[in-house]
Every structure is written in C-alpha cells, then in structure tokens.
C-alpha cells in the first residue's frame, strides 16, 4: 500500500520561504519519478515540479528560479524548497509518485497521491 505524506505547508509573508517534505512507504522509491502539483480553488491542478528517478528535474515556468525539488532516496523523501513566495502561490500542494515505468509530466502518469498541504501566502 502506497502512502506519500506531505508536511512543511502554512502561512508565509509574500516573499517568504517554506520547505515542503513528502514521505514515501510502499514503493521502491529510488525507482520512481516524483512530482509536486498544486490546485487553487476554481483551478485545474498544475505540475510545480518533477524530478526522475535520476535525478533530473522539470519545473512550471512560474516557479522556475524560485523553487527547487529534490529528493533524498535514503530517507524515501522527496522536498520542495520555496523561496520568493508570491500571493500566487497560495494553493493546496500534493506530492505524487509516478507509476512504473511511465515517461512525461501529465497527471496521468502519477499512479499514487498525497493528502495535499496547505500554503497560504499573504501580501
């Protein structure tokens, strides 16, 4: 049974930081592409970021320079370092585990989901 646990959301001045941490059970997580989405409310839920089982990154134009994904296999964790936190920004963020073998960034590749954290940033 998959489980991905996301935790580091809140509340943030415009401007701000936050570290947002996922933690993964139930897969070889070495192995699997992993991704941060985010939906606002009345939005479409949009890729953040990605990062291969490689190591090899993707980022959403509108975070690009400001946000930053990584993981660390020894702890079966994958992060997502914010910084310069826009009011555009505030959006519900979940963590995704792609399925085996999948290639490409659409939501249809990610087989397993987070319960999604909060962050709120205010101007």
């Known amino acids: 049974q998959v489980q991905l646990v996301e935790s580091g959301g809140g509340l943030v001045q415009a401007g701000g930081s936050l570290r947002l941490s996922c933690a993964a059970s139930g897969i070889i997580f070495s192995r699997r592409g992993m991704g941060w989405y985010r939906q606002a409310p009345g939005k479409q839920r949009e890729l953040v970021a990605g990062?291969?089982?490689?190591?090899?990154?993707n980022y959403a134009d509108s975070v690009k320079g400001r946000f930053t994904i990584s993981r660390d296999n020894t702890k079966n964790t994958v992060y997502l370092q914010m910084n310069s936190l826009k009011p555009e920004d505030t959006a519900v963020y979940y963590c995704?585990?792609?399925?085996?073998?999948?290639?490409?960034?659409?939501?249809?590749?990610?087989?397993?989901w987070g319960q999604g954290t909060q962050v709120t940033v205010s101007s």
């Open positions: 995704a585990a792609k399925k085996m073998y999948a290639v490409g960034w659409g939501t249809d590749v990610f087989g397993s």
């Open positions: 990062i291969t089982s490689g190591g090899v990154t």
